[in-house]
């Protein structure tokens, strides 16, 4: 015999730190009733300390229960702990419900789910199937993450970092720019020792980190430059009067710092600024170094400049007078170089940093990606994924929305900033959120900055 709150009991995956015993989840179907729209509570048994996250996933029997929208509004409480916005989806054909969240504290042990605008559709709800996903992960930190639409989990770590972080990656080392911040991570996205809980760069970071020779550099909106050894000792911190929009170029000889001043934008090297244009003049490109030469774009022109043995520059040439080539330079395999204006792609010879003529793609291009061995590869603003070859630019259809960088190798992965994520020419999925900080390779994994996470997918 049963009542209207006989309570359904089925296992549910659960993962945090000290796992006690089988978790259980409880749903409750007290809040339902037949053709009203009513709340369904999910109740995870205390059985966890420290919860870092959880993943539900329930398949109703079909025709069973209707739920609004595809992506169905879901509040978690726990005591105690503060939790993210559950990620959702919601399958009508198949009756399938995910939800999934992270603590933001990792404090949780005790999970309540709430779905509300939920209407039983028959006289009994049936016997739903809770599933255990094929990552079977448990006593460890979360590293699953949901892709709407797609009814996947795909297994890799997952970091919370903040909004708009900036991202860059190395074999074995990703770097994050985000708020006041700077993480340096391993491969699983773990803190590296000595970057425990993040760099307080003492002020908001406002371009993209660079990676090199046991370095990592970074600059801040305020007008500092922070520059760490990979053991996350403090090597400089650098007084460069005016907001750093892009990342560094790190070489032997120094660091080059891309700075917007009042007079003008301008690289700052060992204390020596090498002005740039004129005030009101923008500079978001990141300068690329290669042998005697260093290019680097403003809004209006490409500049060439020659470096002697101190590391000192003076200028050579300008390339596109008038253009606005806020991509960054970019040397390919075998010593040629391009940078981008809009649509225009200016190809030039890295060694003499002589100009060739532009190549006009159908659409305007992000930054280049790579070096590799292949062609250079953009994102069009017309979500396309577009490749230069034989002096042509050649396009592959992707998303609908503007692709952000792209990852080099084969596969070619992307993001576009609507969520489309996947391989280029295979299975595109839509991610939880705009892609924010683009998608870059540490050489083993993909990653990619969505809202406030940082997610890593083995390729």
Do not use: H
């Not at 089925?10 to 730190?17: D, E, K, N, Q």
């Not at 911190?237 to 990342?247: C, E, R, Y």
């Amino acid at each position: 015999m049963t009542t209207p709150k006989a309570l359904l009991v089925a296992c549910a995956l659960l993962m945090g730190t000290a796992a006690l015993a089988e978790p259980v989840l409880t749903i409750d179907r007290a809040g339902l009733k037949k053709g009203v729209p009513g709340t369904l509570t999910l109740r995870l048994s205390n059985v966890v300390d420290n919860v870092s996250a959880y993943q539900i996933i329930i398949q109703f029997p079909p025709g069973a229960v209707s739920l609004p929208s595809a992506s169905p509004t879901v509040s978690t409480t726990a005591s105690p702990g503060i939790w993210d916005t559950p990620v959702t989806n919601w399958e009508a054909a198949t009756g399938k419900l995910w939800i999934v969240s992270a603590s933001v504290d990792g404090q949780g042990n005790g999970i309540l789910c709430t779905v509300p605008n939920v209407t039983l559709l028959s006289d009994s709800l049936g016997v739903p199937v809770v599933f255990d996903p094929e990552t079977n992960i448990a006593d460890v930190a979360w590293n699953g993450y949901y892709l709407t639409g797609s009814s996947v989990i795909v297994n890799g770590a997952v970091k919370k970092v903040g909004e708009g972080a900036k991202v860059a990656a190395a074999p074995g080392t990703v770097a994050v720019a985000a708020g006041t911040k700077l993480y340096v991570l391993d491969s699983a996205l773990v803190d590296k020792p000595g970057f425990e809980g993040g760099k307080d760069l003492g002020g908001t970071a406002s371009g993209r980190p660079a990676i090199k020779d046991g370095l990592i550099a970074v600059g801040t909106a305020e007008g500092t430059g922070k520059v760490y050894s990979e053991t996350g000792q403090e090597v400089a911190s650098v007084a460069l009067g005016g907001p750093v929009k892009a990342a560094p170029a790190i070489t032997p000889l120094g660091i080059y710092w891309p700075v917007e001043k009042a007079a003008g934008p301008a690289l700052v090297f060992n204390g020596v600024e090498t002005p740039l244009g004129a005030a009101g003049d923008k500079l978001t490109s990141s300068p690329a170094v290669f042998g005697g030469k260093l290019f680097v774009g403003t809004d209006k022109a490409a500049k060439v400049m020659n470096v002697d043995a101190t590391g000192a520059l003076t200028p050579q040439a300008d390339t596109g007078a008038g253009e606005d080539f806020s991509t960054s330079p970019f040397i390919m395999a075998g010593g040629n170089g391009i940078v981008v204006a809009g649509a225009k792609v200016w190809p030039f010879v890295a060694a003499t940093g002589a100009p060739g003529a532009p190549i006009t793609a159908p659409a305007a291009l992000s930054d280049p990606v790579g070096p590799f061995a292949g062609p250079a590869v953009f994102g069009g603003a017309d979500g396309k994924v577009y490749t230069l070859a034989a002096g042509a630019v050649e396009g592959v259809a992707f998303g609908a929305a503007p692709v952000v960088p792209v990852v080099p190798g084969a596969p070619v992965w992307a993001a576009d900033t609507a969520g489309k994520f996947g391989k280029v020419g295979g299975e595109i999925v839509d991610l939880a959120g705009p892609v924010a900080g683009g998608v870059v390779t540490d050489g083993a994994n993909v990653l990619v900055a969505v809202g406030d996470d940082l997610v890593s997918v083995a390729k």
